[in-house]
């Protein structure tokens, strides 16, 4: 699930997420995550340490388009980067 969530706790929360690997969110921090159901998130979210507020379909498949494109773009600012290289690196020695 892609959600805006909010750390509201007084120390720094690791989440959960989907590829498997967990961010950590200093206390007043926001992020928009790929959130892995767990425990842990519904528990600090009934206690109030925690707000996640899911994106509706349409406004999770505009962010993830974006995220695409700004990938491809920075993996194409790197082929320039590189082919701008001097010497033996550039020509792929």
Known sequence: MLAA???KA???RGF?????GSVPIEPGAHALLDLADHPLH???ADAGEISIVPLSD????????KLDADADA???SR???L????GAFAAGS
């Not at 959960?16 to 498997?20: V, Y």
């Not at 082919?83 to 001097?86: D, F, K, N």
């Open 16 to 20: 959960h997420t989907l590829d498997r």
């Open 42 to 44: 519904r528990a600090w």
């Open 83 to 86: 082919s701008a290289l001097p």
């Open 58 to 65: 349409k406004d999770a498949k505009a962010v993830r388009k």
């Open 79 to 81: 082929v320039v980067a």
């Open 10 to 12: 007084k120390s720094s």
């Open 5 to 7: 969530v909010t750390n």
């Open 74 to 76: 920075l993996d194409r």
